[in-house]
């Protein structure tokens, strides 16, 4: 009887170790495949039941890691993949939307939103993210996603000012277009309009300075209009004017015809190169 049981223990050690040695090697492969992006091994040990939410020795997850490296094809399969944990942050609170925001990667940053990753999340934003990259169709995606668009970083620092000073004229102007506010300040005292002057980023201070005009000019008030009088009356305090009697046909002086032909206008010098910094059409 007691052979049997050390037989029965021995057998379950022998199983405990094969499965620990099989796990060991598909950590190995899963990290490997990884870096390499190679989508085919990790779906492979995924289908086998390999944890998608699995850390490194540093304690980092793979879908955080296959965005930096970055390897597209694995992010986009693991931020797919059921019971997968999107919604995780680095060291410094930067969530995997986050980092994809800033690098563009829009069919991405779709595969996270749809699985739940936070696009208001406190704090630094995906939508500031995306603006300081300058990524329009990420921009548009994450305000489509209701995104909010005067998110406050945790120095009071907006998307519009990021995309002022880091970004492109391009996010800067569907930031505009979409209502982000263009006179509030961060703790600092600076406007979006002093982000794009610190930047020197000329284009974008053009935008910002059309911005604020039309703003201005739709807050203006209108001007009073005058009082209407009855129909053929005159109305008072308006100066009526009064005809005075025709001159005689024979008395209106003709206007004698010019002597000489009028010079043409000088033609004005246009230099064949094209300025070095075109400014960016502000009409919208």
Do not use: C
Request: hydrophobic share 45%; charged share 20%.
């Amino acid at each position: 009887m007691l052979n049997i049981k050390l037989f029965k223990k021995f057998f379950v050690l022998i199983g405990f170790f094969a499965s620990s040695i099989s796990w060991a090697g598909s950590y190995e492969d899963f990290f490997k495949a990884l870096r390499f992006d190679d989508v085919k091994t990790v779906q492979a040990l995924l289908q086998r039941g390999f944890d998608p939410n699995t850390v490194n020795p540093q304690g980092v997850a793979g879908l955080m890691l296959a965005v930096r490296e970055p390897s597209l094809k694995v992010a986009e399969l693991l931020a797919g993949w059921p019971k997968v944990k999107t919604e995780i942050r680095n060291d410094k609170d930067e969530s995997v939307l986050m980092l994809a925001a800033l690098k563009g990667y829009l069919p991405l940053v779709k595969k996270l939103v749809e699985h739940d990753a936070d696009v208001n999340k406190t704090g630094w934003t995906p939508l500031h993210y995306a603006a300081s990259g300058g990524h329009v169709a990420v921009i548009e995606f994450l305000l489509e996603s209701s995104a909010y668009i005067d998110a406050e970083s945790p120095n009071g620092t907006t998307p519009l000012m990021m995309a002022a000073m880091y970004g492109s004229p391009e996010a800067v102007k569907v930031l505009i277009q979409a209502g982000a506010d263009l006179t509030v300040k961060n703790q600092m005292g600076l406007s979006a309009l002093d982000f794009a002057v610190r930047g020197q980023r000329q284009n974008a201070k053009e935008l910002i300075e059309t911005g604020l005009q039309r703003q201005a000019a739709r807050t203006a008030k209108p001007e009073t209009a005058a009082p209407l009088a009855p129909q053929g009356q005159p109305v008072p305090g308006t100066p009526v004017a009064v005809p005075l009697p025709a001159a005689p046909l024979a008395a209106v002086p003709l206007p004698s015809a010019p002597t000489t032909a009028p010079a043409p206008a000088a033609a004005a010098s246009t230099p064949d190169a094209k300025p070095a910094n075109k400014p960016l059409k502000t009409g919208w």
